[in-house]
């Protein structure tokens, strides 16, 4: 397993960019090989991470342990839950978002979608074909779940980033025990309150949907 740059979330401005499965080589990247020789193993990988992710808060000046954007993006959900169902359009585009990348940026493809192995992969040749033209790193996540571990530094960090919403049907709408919304809804809901939080903050952040995914050109 190969990660470049220290996984750290943002606050103040600040951050350090994880990019696992990325070329290390480059100005402003580092490249680190963790070897595991043995599952028991797995738990000291744990906390040296940990530790690392508190030193580097010190050395940066910020608090690695609270996640004041991951909130503010979560209270953005609520109110598009309160307000009703979310109606996801499309705004930009791929070429849009590459025009405006600048030396030191990274690209950040944030995919609402069922992550099957034949999508990921689309999203991955996006971002190497991004990587190819602007020269930015690339890194790729699925929503929700990339909301609590790089949502703080997309919202807190440096203004360096690159954002890329993919959207797509999410399926049959699961009902949540106890709610008034079921999990189609919720994801919805979610990718509209990021996206709100990011233009909030003034990040270059486009929406497209999956299928209309075009080539870079």
Same mark, same amino acid.
């Given at each position: 397993?190969?990660?470049?740059?220290?996984?750290?979330?943002?606050?103040? &401005?600040?951050?350090?960019?994880p990019?696992?499965? #990325? $070329?290390?080589?480059?100005? +402003?990247?580092?490249?680190?090989?963790? =070897?595991i020789?043995?599952?028991?193993?797995?738990?000291?990988?744990f906390?040296?991470? *940990?530790?690392?992710t @508190?030193? /580097?808060?010190?050395?940066?000046?910020?608090?690695?342990?609270?996640q004041? +954007? #991951?909130? @503010?993006?979560? +209270?953005?959900t609520?109110?598009?839950?309160?307000?009703?169902?979310?109606?996801? *359009?499309?705004?930009?585009?791929?070429?849009e978002?590459?025009e405006?990348a600048?030396?030191?940026?990274?690209?950040?493809?944030?995919?609402?979608?069922?992550?099957?192995? @034949?999508?990921?992969?689309?999203?991955w040749?996006?971002?190497?074909e991004?990587?190819?033209?602007t &020269?930015?790193?690339?890194?790729?996540?699925?929503?929700?779940r990339?909301?609590?571990?790089?949502?703080?530094?997309?919202k807190?960090?440096?203004?360096?980033?690159?954002?890329?919403?993919?959207i =797509? *049907?999410?399926?049959?709408?699961?009902?949540?025990?106890?709610?008034?919304?079921g999990?189609?809804?919720?994801i919805?809901?979610? /990718?509209a309150?990021?996206? @709100? $939080?990011?233009?909030?903050?003034?990040?270059?952040?486009?929406?497209?949907?999956?299928? =209309?995914l *075009?080539e870079?050109?």
């Amino acid at each position: 397993v190969q990660t470049c740059a220290l996984p750290i979330s943002g606050k103040h &401005g600040k951050g350090l960019i994880p990019a696992p499965g #990325v $070329s290390g080589a480059g100005a +402003d990247r580092q490249l680190h090989t963790v =070897d595991i020789a043995d599952p028991y193993d797995l738990g000291q990988e744990f906390f040296k991470w *940990e530790f690392a992710t @508190a030193v /580097a808060g010190a050395l940066l000046g910020i608090n690695p342990f609270d996640q004041p +954007d #991951v909130q @503010a993006a979560k +209270d953005r959900t609520n109110e598009v839950l309160k307000a009703g169902d979310a109606a996801l *359009e499309s705004e930009g585009s791929l070429a849009e978002i590459a025009e405006q990348a600048t030396s030191g940026d990274y690209i950040a493809i944030q995919g609402f979608i069922d992550p099957t192995p @034949a999508a990921t992969e689309r999203l991955w040749a996006v971002a190497r074909e991004l990587e190819a033209r602007t &020269g930015c790193v690339p890194t790729v996540g699925i929503g929700p779940r990339y909301l609590h571990s790089t949502g703080q530094l997309h919202k807190g960090g440096p203004n360096s980033g690159l954002f890329i919403q993919v959207i =797509d *049907e999410v399926g049959e709408e699961l009902p949540i025990p106890g709610m008034p919304f079921g999990f189609g809804r919720l994801i919805r809901a979610q /990718a509209a309150g990021d996206f @709100a $939080s990011l233009k909030e903050r003034g990040r270059r952040v486009v929406r497209v949907r999956l299928r =209309d995914l *075009e080539e870079v050109s």
